[in-house]
């Protein structure tokens, strides 16, 4: 098994990463938002309209 982060060969300790340096980047990844999978549900894309607007309308300050 290789390593999804280097394709380096995988450590037990650490499986499926090959170290705790591929384990920690991945979770960056996560916490990040790197792997979020856009939505096309049409309620999803207006709400995300409708707070783009309302951001814009209030000088881009967060609310």
């Known amino acids: 098994m290789s390593c999804p982060i280097c394709g380096e060969t995988t450590v037990p ?3 499926p990463f090959c170290s705790r340096r591929c384990a920690d980047r ?4 996560w916490l990040n938002g790197s792997y979020a999978v856009p939505s096309e549900d049409p309620e999803d894309i207006e709400a995300a309209i409708e707070a783009a607007s309302a951001s814009v309308e209030g000088g881009g300050k967060p609310h």
């Open 13 to 15: 300790k650490y499986r």
């Open 26 to 29: 991945d979770l960056a990844r």
